[in-house]
Each structure stands twice: as C-alpha cells, then as structure tokens.
C-alpha cells in the first residue's frame, strides 16, 4: 500500500494512567507520599497497550467496544488531546474531532455569538463563520432565538444549535464520538442524514461506538478494542458481530461454540434443508426454544446469501412482519422460507441467526448453514430480489 | 514572511480573538455600569487610598504630584493581580474545553492577559487625565513608558503561565498566591516612598519587577526625581538586572508551560 493511501496510522500506541489512591494534589499529600516511601501514592492503569492500525483515506472507520474498553481513550489520543505512553500516531491533513457537540458552547452568550464562538474551536474565523451563519440557523431552525441567550434554550435546542455548527466542519480527517446518540427521533435522522452524506464525501470518518447497527450501516472497516487490546479488525460486519459476541461470552451454559456457530443458544436451528428450482429457492428449518422462557413476539432471524465471501442478499423476519416471532416454553416452530431464484449459476452459502432483544442478543449465529451451487442460476445478473415468503408452521 | 506566520498561527489567532472578545463581553455581563467598573474599582481604591494616606497619615509628604503618583501606582499593581489572578485559574478554569479539544493552550493564558491589556489602557486614561488636571509637565522621559509596559505585560503574563500550569498539578497554589499577593502589596512601594525604608530593604524590593516598573514609569511620566534601580544602586548598569531577570524567567515559564501542556487533558 502506497504511503500517501494513509490517513492515520497509529503505530504501537499504549497509554497507562497513574490513578492516585486519594488525591495527590495538595502539597501536604505530596510531602506525607514522598516520606511515606513505600505508598507510591497511584496505581497504574493500561488503558491501552500495543495498539496498531492504519486507516486509509476516504474510509469511514469504526471503533468498537465495550464502555471501559479503551476506545475513548483512543480516540482522545488520535485527537491529539492526550499523548500515548508509548507509540506515534501520524495523522495527514486537518483533522476536526467531535467527542461531544457544542464544546465551549457558554450559557451566558447569546446564540449567535456562541455560534461565532464554536465556530472559532472549529478553526472558522469571522468572516467564514459569517458567511455561512444564515445555512447554519436555518439548519438549526432557531431563527427567532439566536438573540436570546443559551441558557435559555432547552437542551434540544442546544443540541440542534451545536450540530448544525459541526456539520460546517470542513476537515480531511473527522473522529466522531457517541455524539450522536442524543436527541429525539427527528434529530437522530437528521444525523444519519449527515452520516449518509458524509460516507460520500472523500473525508475520512473514524467513528466510535457501540451501536453495530450504525457500524454495519455506515463502516468500511472496524476495528474492536476489549481489555485495551485490538481482539478483531476488518470487515465492518465482522466486527459487529464478534462485539456481540462480547456479550455471549457471559451467557448461560446453554452457550454453543462450534466452529462455524455460536451464541446463547436459547434459540436454536435444527433440521435445516434446502430445494433449489428454476423459479425458487427454499430454505426449511426448525426454530428451537430451549429455555422455559416465553419470548414474546421478540425473535428475529435471518439469511443472508454470500457468493465468495461476498454479501450478495439477505432478509430477516421482522424486515417483513412488524413484530417479531413469539416462541412459548420449549415450543418447536418449523419455517420454510420461499426466495424467488435470481441468483447467478455460482456457489452460494447462507450464513444463518436468530436474534433477540432488538438484535442485540445473539442466539445462534451459523455460518454456512446451507452451501449448494445453483444449478438454475441466472446466465445474466438479475437484479437481487430479497422478498421472502416465511412460512410458519 | 506574515503570510506563513498567518497560516501557522491562524487557529490560535483565530481563537485568542474569540476568547479575548467573550471575556470581555461576559466581564460585566448583568451589571448596570459595566465596563465603567474597570475604572471605578481602581478610582474607589484610589480614593480610599487618598483620604488615608494624604489626609490623615501624609506619608507622600515630599513627593509632587503625590495623588497622580499613588494613582498610577495602583494602576499598574492591579494590572499585575488581575493578571496573575485569571492566570491562577486559567487552565483548570477552561478543563472541559481541554479534555474534548486538541488547541494551543497558551491561547487561554494569552487570552486572559489581553482582556486585562484592555482594562489597562482604560485606567491609564484616567491617570493622564488625572496627570493634566492637576499640572504634570510631560517630559522627553515620557518615551520610555511603551517599553516599560512592554516588559509588565511580558512579566505578567509569564507568572500566569508559570502558576496556570502548577495549579493543574498542585491545588494549594491559589491560597499560596493570595498571601503572597497580600503581601506584595506592602512590599513594593505602591503607597509610601521607596527611600523612607531602610536602604538594605530598597535594594531588595526595587529589583522585583512590579517595583522597578512602578519606579520608572512614575519617574519617566511624574517626577524625573523618583528612586529607581539607577539611582539606588548608584549606576544605570543596574538597570539591566531586572530587565535580564524579566527575560530569564519568561523564558523559562514559558517552557515549564509548554513542556506541562501536553498533559493538561489528563490532570485537569
């Protein structure tokens, strides 16, 4: 890879924080620590150890992790606001970070000048900010309150005022924190909106979260941090779901872990065959609820098709039922699932999950449930039709 | 040459600009006389000061001028606590904007230290005011005062960056400098004249920096009389040793503050 491919690349980065046992920072403290000998007064703590990676130029780059994981921590250090223990982070071109909207915004100020204010933090002098203050109220719809001051605006208001300021930014490189999980339903879509718009430009985004929903919406490439280690990197899919791993880990014996399935197991497949046609494809399984457990209308699973590790399609329960599958105590259903044939005449194998919890529970996940080749493809490459047609019985 | 001065320092001119105006805006935000304050608090001290020194215990007997003398004394001595004081805070004052933003710290310092430039300017208004009211001759002297100002603005600003930086890491710096400052004030010869104490005391007090300043702006501006290092010391040469300890010390806490910026994020 060339070297002028990379936008930041962080080589063997480690921080360790001292933590003082009680506060070190009186002068008394100081003098008792320093005779006391054997109380270093702090213990060390890694946040981060041995962390490399690069990130190309224009990729949209996520950060997984669990809280504690480590990845604030990294992202203030790509910041430049803290410095690594040990390591070098080398960024090229100008570089804008959002660990959180509206820093320095002042409640004693009014909009406007906060505007002017942000604007400034954000490396916008005057006359910029001057040219664009009309897009930015207008954006924010706060026209009439702009003269008041902050305090008075309610914490939306804020928000909308300080996102509408943050998307001027203008950066080569931008590092997005959980900003965005705020805000009501209209505001999130007006974020992902942004985001949308974003993943076109040619900027390059590192975004840190734990929503996978948003890493396997917007990332290219991911990377999970657990423990202040990079356990996984790649594929942002993969990614999000070794971090929902994260979470099976603690489960129930009812755990599975073969080669190609895992999850909690309360839900599992069995008896899963396939029929391939000139016209369909048919998938047909059993949904097992092993636990006494009565999930309520809450279960979703899913297909998805891959062709040479590639995503090709894939569909899931709740895309088209607006509640999900109710299964009482140790209840069996059996699904078969109809998918019109207008696949390629390749090698195709369906990666297979159940899911709870609004997905954030795994179940099982089985890779390459199903392999078989389409005898019945397609010469030519039809337009993917993902409609299925799920059959309960 | 400014055009590559512009480029690399833009984000911080851009941002000493911002904060300087935001100081000042919220400064006296709310009040009804706003910034006529900066010159009524000097003004009520300076009268307390006149009733106390000139009426009653006539200290400044010899002295002409005396009320503009003392006047400009307390001028230049609250310019040097203003200062020094924001300059305490400064860093830990600003720890939210530091922990979610990577900028030039020393903008805050600066930033501070401007807003305190402005207030200074007003005030010696008033001390020229005050100076023609009542008859000062102006001399060639008088040419002297910019770089005089020049080098309390330099000495200011660089015990704000020195304390601004130990406060991050040592929390009793602030209570440290109060009793300082209480006592500086008697220490240097703001009220009473430089030669009513003893000699030995003289040529202590007259080498810190707010003293030798104070000495020579009234000597330049009021009354070519006034005891300075010169005159003290009994050669001009003597005149270099604060201005050398001036430029030693900004070098140096400017370089503790820059050596302990990067860690700020973490400590504040």
Known sequence: MAENDIAISVDSVSKFFKLPHESNNSIKARFTNSIRKKNKGYEVQHALQGISFDIKKGEFFGIAGRNGSGKSTLLKILAGIYQPTKGTVRADGKLVPFIELGVGFNPELSGRENVYLNGALLGFNRKEIDAMYDEIVEFAELAKFMDQKLKNYSSGMQVRLAFSVATRAKADIMLIDEVLAVGDADFQRKCYDYFKALKKTDMTIVFVTHDMSAVREYCDRAILIEGGHITHEGKASTIADEYLKLFMDKGSALVINEANRWGSGEVTFSDISHKVTQSDITISFTLNNNTDKTFDETIDFGLDFYSEDKLITGTHYNQSHTKGLSLSSKQKKKVISVFPNTLGMKNYSINMNIKTDKGLVVCEEFTSAVNFYNTHGKSTFFPVVTDADFKIE | ?268
């Open chain 2, 1 to 268: 040459m400014k055009q590559k001065f512009l480029k690399k320092y833009r984000y911080s001119l851009i941002l000493l600009r911002e904060l300087v105006i935001t100081d000042f805006k919220l400064r006296y935000q709310g009040s009804a006389l706003g910034y006529i304050w900066s010159l009524l608090r000097p003004l009520a001290l300076f009268a307390i000061l006149y009733v106390v020194f000139v009426k009653f215990l006539p200290v400044g007997k010899g002295i002409p001028h005396y009320p503009v003398y003392l006047l400009l004394g307390i001028v230049v001595w609250n310019y040097f606590t203003e200062v020094s004081n924001n300059g305490v805070g400064a860093i830990v004052g600003r720890g939210d904007l530091i922990r979610k933003l990577n900028f030039p710290k020393y903008v805050i310092v600066l930033a501070g230290s401007f807003s305190a430039l402005i207030n200074l300017a007003l005030n010696l208004v008033v001390v020229v005011i005050f100076a023609v009211a009542s008859g000062v001759e102006v001399s060639i002297g008088s040419l002297w005062a910019p770089l005089l100002l020049v080098e309390l603005f330099v000495f200011s600003l660089s015990v704000a960056f020195l304390l601004s930086a130990l406060f991050v890491k040592l929390r009793d710096i602030n209570y440290i400098w109060e009793v300082l400052m209480q006592g500086a004030f008697y220490g240097t010869p703001i009220i009473y004249p430089i030669n009513s104490i003893p000699v030995i005391a003289q040529k202590v007090l007259i080498l810190t920096p707010p003293a030798q300043i104070m000495q020579d702006l009234r000597q330049a501006f009021i009354w070519p009389q006034a005891a300075t290092v010169g005159t003290i010391y009994g050669t001009e040469w003597a005149r270099l040793i604060p201005v050398a300890f001036v430029a030693v010390f900004a070098v140096f806490s400017m370089l503790y503050f820059r050596r302990h910026a990067k860690n700020f994020a973490e400590e504040v």
